[in-house]
């Protein structure tokens, strides 16, 4: 069983920064997609973004663009998202998940993941 441990979250302020990693447990484990989800209190799930198995197919949620940044490293076993300009509404539980196979036009539907980690809170004060 996979297993996926994220680290990385915390308290900062608005305007701030932070970077959150994701490894993945399982040697050898490659998944296609893996992506960063986000969950306020009293909130549906929220798509942050998501990468491909190379890197080179990213999707970023309408609210973040331009201030996060997907990555992943394979040899690894990580991703990792760099978050800049952080705002009061970025405030949220961040999960990582993981997909054995998922096609770019699918990585915004968080019920398509086959892996989850248990989640890293981001709080951004104003």
């Known amino acids: 069983q996979v297993q996926l441990v994220e680290s990385g979250g915390g308290l900062v302020e608005a305007g701030g920064s932070l970077r959150l990693s994701c490894a993945a447990s399982e040697r050898g484990f490659i998944p296609y997609a893996m992506g960063w989800f986000r969950q306020a209190p009293g909130k549906e799930r929220e798509f942050v973004a998501a990468?491909?198995?190379?890197?080179?197919?990213?999707n970023y949620g309408d609210s973040v663009k331009g201030r996060f940044t997907i990555s992943r490293e394979n040899n690894k076993n990580t991703m990792y998202l760099q978050m800049n300009s952080l705002q009061p509404e970025d405030t949220a539980a961040y999960y990582c998940?993981?997909?054995?196979?998922?096609?770019?036009?699918?990585?915004?539907?968080?019920?398509?993941?086959?892996?989850w980690g248990q989640g890293t809170q981001v709080t951004v004060s104003s």
């Open positions: 998940a993981a997909a054995r196979s998922l096609s770019q036009a699918t990585f915004t539907r968080h019920n398509l993941y086959d892996y």
């Open positions: 990468i491909s198995r190379g890197g080179v197919n990213a």
